[in-house]
């Protein structure tokens, strides 16, 4: 059976990390190997067992990807490694030379995304916090990311937008290509009428907007 279109996205994802990995020559730089011992220790449990301090980040642990030259993290992808917590540590904001963060497909309880720190990721081209059960409104500091090409909001059935928000997101987000909020609560008040409630998935083209 010839490969799924799935897989083979996976394929190539595995691949690019790989060679980033073996072209990494400089070591994890203390404050980063100490952001992300403080994210995990805000985990329940221990399914990132390669994260030991003491050794580094950026050639040994799962889901850690580094620049080249810097020992920088620059991709953090943990989508699927069946983490659970209440919340989501800010030691996460403290690798701001982040392009790209996955959290999911792991559960964080219903608990809402900060109100701030987002914005300090400026570098994040790609955001996936889907299915990830946080819950509320989503925080307007995500806007904030100019270079954000793919945010992946979608199966987070607590989610929530209210319509002035939501413009003001997307006015705020200059360089999106894919916004995806299947499941995510839209509520649009009409004048006054009872808030109407829409649930969508939204595709940005930066030539016609959204549709």
Not at 34 to 56: C, E, H, R, V, Y
Not at 59 to 73: D, I, K, P, Q, S
Request: hydrophobic share 45%.
């Amino acid at each position: 059976m010839a490969p799924t279109k799935e897989r083979l996205h996976s394929l190539m994802h595995l691949f690019i990390a790989c060679l980033l990995k073996l072209s990494t020559a400089a070591p994890c730089l203390p404050d980063q190997a100490s952001s992300l011992l403080q994210l995990k220790a805000s985990f329940i449990g221990d399914n990132l067992p390669s994260w030991q301090a003491g050794t580094d980040c950026c050639h040994h642990w799962e889901g850690v990807t580094c620049g080249m030259a810097l020992g920088r993290v620059i991709s953090l992808d943990l989508g699927e490694f069946d983490l659970m917590s209440s919340r989501l540590d800010p030691a996460l904001f403290n690798l701001t030379s982040l392009r790209n963060l996955s959290l999911a497909f792991n559960d964080f309880s219903g608990a809402l995304l900060p109100a701030s720190g987002f914005e300090q990721l400026t570098d994040i081209i790609h955001l996936n916090l889907s299915d990830t059960n946080f819950g509320f409104q989503i925080p307007i500091g995500i806007a904030c990311l100019k270079k954000l090409v793919t945010l992946d909001l979608s199966g987070n059935y607590d989610f929530y937008f209210e319509w002035p928000s939501f413009k003001t997101f997307i006015a705020n987000m200059s360089n999106p290509r894919e916004l995806y909020t299947d499941q995510v609560v839209w509520v649009l008040y009409i004048r006054s009428y009872p808030p109407f409630i829409l649930k969508a998935s939204v595709t940005y083209d930066d030539q016609l907007g959204i549709q």
